[in-house]
């Protein structure tokens, strides 16, 4: 019998696993569905609920955003994405403050955002995401970045009664640092007083 036995090696006398080499970083050694020895992308998903409601006559092109409140899901307050700090409604960090869904706690990427929704009879609607890099203790006016493509959410022409789905295409810029927050925009495309409510589901998946 052999006296020098694997499990009394030191520790310097291992090697590492098979195809460590090869591996990428922030992977782990699994046997996948299929039994084969694989290493796979070391990754955490979160699944984050989005959704809101909007009812007004406002003209084509104005953006909205939700306003920290009790009614978290009425997006009705007039905003401008591409020009945060423009010192009038969206005033430096306020767009932190007052419009923000959620605070990433790790850095990650957008890899899916599902939508249904219905109202006003063929009414359209633009749905974005942005983020929205903030330094802590700090006060500078940062615009945010949109994330993703724009989620066109037209209502079905019994838009009271039917169910419309949207998934957002993966392109563009999809990745978020530590502490990014995220923020839902609704830009109204139809004249007239029109109405629009929603639910989504968001994926995040973080790098560790």
Not at 164 to 187: H, N, P, R, S, Y
């Amino acid at each position: 019998m052999a006296s020098n036995l694997h499990s009394s090696l030191d520790d310097s006398q291992l090697h590492n696993p098979k195809g460590f080499a090869d591996a990428a970083n922030n992977t782990y050694l699994t046997k996948n569905s299929g039994g084969s020895l694989v290493w796979a992308g070391n990754k955490t998903r979160h699944y984050i609920s989005t959704g809101g409601y909007h009812s007004g006559s406002g003209s084509v092109g104005t953006c909205y955003a939700k306003q920290f409140s009790a009614d978290y899901h009425n997006i009705n307050v007039e905003v401008d994405p591409e020009d945060a700090t423009n010192n009038s409604v969206n005033v430096g960090m306020k767009w932190a403050h007052m419009h923000s869904e959620f605070i990433c706690c790790n850095s990650g990427t957008i890899t899916k955002w599902v939508c249904m929704h219905g109202g006003s009879a063929s009414a359209d609607w633009d749905l974005e995401l942005y983020k929205l890099s903030v330094t802590s203790g700090t006060g500078a006016n940062v615009n945010p970045v949109k994330l993703g493509e724009t989620l066109n959410l037209t209502n079905h022409s019994n838009g009271n009664k039917f169910v419309t789905k949207v998934e957002m295409g993966l392109t563009g810029t999809l990745t978020f640092a530590d502490g990014d927050v995220l923020i839902q925009v609704l830009k109204k495309q139809t004249a007239g007083t029109k109405t629009i409510w929603w639910n989504g589901t968001l994926e995040l998946t973080f790098d560790y």
